[in-house]
């Protein structure tokens, strides 16, 4: 039986806020992986670790950008020489 949104209705509001973030995240992703694919970098998304991209983040937001480079330099795709 789904829940009636008129009885839990900050329920149906949180879900939705979530699924914009969500959505955000993956088309910054997309976003950020098309420049750097267009410029000859490609990022490989599947090794991006969730906790090290959340503390890069956070560091990011102090003032301290070295975190998030360095990870992002470890997501480049290596071309073959």
Known sequence: ????PYVYP???V????LDLRDAAELAQRAFLGQIAKAAGHPIAWVH???ERNV???RESHRGNNSPLREMFGDLLEQSAP
Request: glycine share 6%; net charge negative.
């Open 1 to 4: 039986m789904a829940a009636d």
């Open 48 to 50: 991006l670790d969730a």
């Open 14 to 17: 949180l879900c939705n806020l």
């Open 55 to 57: 503390l890069a983040a």
């Open 10 to 12: 900050g329920t149906n």
